[in-house]
């Protein structure tokens, strides 16, 4: 429903794209238009992904094309919500395997990198995981029992199929430990444990810590410390997720940089997992995702209902182009680029943090059409 009311929109016109274009010599024009995705274009540098949507995981809407441009231009792919515990265990001992199996079924027939996303979090969870019928906080055993028992199931049952796991996910509120149920309900081993586990189902897979705001320096040093501690005590942690939830003016390319090279400094793997770019007006801090943060509709914080001007679509190429340069310095560090989701009607910043709003943070405009962002990468 929500992505036929966006349907109507296309993001940059074609005047504007051929202008683009021309400004092309004639070789590069023709490597620009020839068959090759962006996923060629970064193959010698690190794998290129995009999240899959609910609805294009269970054949809604224009799911087809979707699916058939995810295989041309991306090598990973990463489910947006159907890992999550709400979607694959909505009650205790209810699984619902149904498109978490599509997921692996289409990414094994393209031969895609696979991530799992996320096993321990504190939101898209049900209460009752923590909570008994009156309402009082289960004990840490019994907490530690649920998460190694769900962690088994879900890695257990795509062991060697899924080779890259987010086990924690935002355990970090700037430099303090979040004060999730997880925290308050087992302490902050919960953390290594989750890993632990993880690694005990599928010691073969590649593990991560995923948060965002990953360049914050309190996060940065927390994160550091807490995985430092547990790779002291024998635990794998492979890497961290940098969610990259960026906005045309921030964070600096300076700062994304800092947080790269502090992560590989401290010996860890960087993978950049939920790229976009805002363009509307900000309402909190750039790069926040914090998921509980929720405003109120406003007309002026909603200024391209019908369209996005000229000026702004090469904006964000610009931004895009200066970022993915950035990652191409850094391939050595960098494991894997995704972007979260593949075309502006399905990304979640349309109704995140303000509902209802008209974003263009991807790469793909609203009719699956590529647009000047693409095109400054796809000449990188
Ligand atoms: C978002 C999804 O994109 C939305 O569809 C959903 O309603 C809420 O979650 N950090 C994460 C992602 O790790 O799982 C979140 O995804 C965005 C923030």
Known sequence: MMMNRRKFLTSSSSLALSTYLMSYSGSSLASLIENTGLKDVFKDKFSFGTALSTATLSGLGNS???????????????????FKWANLRPKPNSW??????????FGQENNMQMVGHALVWHSQIPDNVFFDKKNKMLPRSH??????????TVV?????????????????????????HWYNGIGEDYFEHAFRFAQNADPSAQLMYNDYSMDNSKKQQSVIAAINQCKRKGVKIDGV??????????????????AILNYANAGLRVHITELEMD???????????DIGNKYAYREELDPYKSGLPLAMEQKLAQRYEEVFKLYIKHSDKIDRVTLWGTSDDESWKNDFP????TNYPLLFDRNQQPKLAYFALKKL
């Open 354 to 357: 303000i509902k209802g709003r």
């Open 96 to 105: 619902g395997w149904d498109l978490a199996d599509k997921f692996v079924e």
């Open 143 to 152: 907490l530690l029992a649920t998460m190694e028992e769900h962690i088994n």
């Open 279 to 289: 363009v509307l007006p900000k309402i909190q801090d750039y790069a926040s995702a």
């Open 156 to 180: 257990g049952r795509y062991r060697g199929k899924i080779h890259v796991w987010d086990v924690v996910n935002e355990a970090f509120k700037g430099g303090r430990w979040r004060k999730s």
């Open 64 to 82: 087809s094309d979707q699916l058939k441009l995810v295989a041309k231009e991306f090598s990973s792919i990463t489910p947006e919500n159907d």
């Open 241 to 258: 997720g940098m969610q990259s939830h960026l906005h045309l003016d921030g964070p600096s390319i300076k700062q994304i940089e800092q």
